[in-house]
């Protein structure tokens, strides 16, 4: 919406659904979510964000970030239930542990690859030590 130049505003969705249930709507398909975002937007007006939107590559930066924590939250998770786990599901566990892994790796090359290409970025990530 924004690279559309359009109007965007961020809202708790628990208002949205209130509104929604006062308004009448009760079921939950698509159709209706946009109908009622769309009554919600033209009637509350809520303000657009008072900061400019990030950079691109800013925000792929914060995004990977939160993904690569999300992961390894998982991975933790799963060598919890791998000292637990019974011998008909460790191996399943295990795979799961691999494929986990992988997809760490992954993040942090796409991670490598976008700070590379910023000079600000990269020197940062020297002072950190990252690279």
Do not use: Y
Not at 9 to 14: E, F, H, I, T, W
Not at 66 to 90: G, P, Y
């Amino acid at each position: 919406l924004l690279e559309a130049g359009l109007p965007v505003a961020r809202v708790n969705s628990k208002r949205v659904r209130d509104f929604g249930k006062a308004m009448g709507f009760l079921a939950k398909t698509d159709a209706l979510d946009a109908k009622l975002l769309a009554e919600f937007a033209q009637r509350i007006a809520p303000p657009p964000p008072s900061h400019a939107p990030e950079d691109p590559q800013a925000e792929t930066l914060v995004s990977l970030v939160h993904r690569r924590r999300q992961i390894s939250d998982m991975i933790v998770a799963e060598k919890n239930r791998l000292c637990r786990a019974s011998a008909v599901v460790k191996r399943d566990i295990e795979a799961h542990l691999r494929w986990l892994k992988e997809r760490l790796g992954e993040i942090d090359r796409r991670f490598d690859a976008t700070i590379e290409v910023n000079d600000a970025w990269m020197a940062k990530a020297k002072d950190l030590s990252l690279h």
